[in-house]
């Protein structure tokens, strides 16, 4: 099992950035993909980047993309959420969560969680 921590959700006022951090600890060797998800008060959580640990490809959801950057540090086993030009609309609880398939995007697909940090972006 992997043991997840997020940090560095705050308060931001629209336009402003925030860098999400998530350290992994325990079988991080396990991973395949690290993801962030985020869930909104009364929605569903969905998908908002992931990173093949491998390669360090990335790929976005088309609401984040150009706006948000995800980046890890092998020698930390810690990801990394570069968020710019944040909106309202990205308020929400992100979580960081692994997967053990090389590409995964959907939420059945990843099996460890962290306790999520809460972004609020002020308009």
């Known amino acids: 099992q992997v043991q997840l921590v997020e940090s560095g959700g705050g308060l931001v006022q629209t336009g402003g950035s925030l860098r999400l951090s998530c350290a992994a600890s325990g079988r991080a060797f396990s991973m395949h993909t690290v993801g962030w998800f985020r869930q909104a008060p009364g929605k569903e959580r969905e998908f908002v980047t992931a990173?093949?640990?491998?390669?360090?490809?990335?790929y976005y959801a088309d609401s984040v993309k150009g706006r948000f950057t995800m980046s890890r540090d092998s020698a930390k086993n810690t990801v990394y959420l570069q968020m710019n030009s944040l909106k309202p609309e990205d308020t929400a609880v992100y979580y960081c969560?692994?997967?053990?398939?090389?590409?995964?995007?959907?939420?059945?697909?990843?099996?460890?969680w962290g306790q999520g940090t809460q972004v609020t972006v002020s308009s």
């Open positions: 969560a692994t997967s053990i398939y090389a590409y995964a995007s959907g939420r059945g697909e990843f099996g460890s």
């Open positions: 990173i093949n640990w491998i390669t360090g490809g990335t």
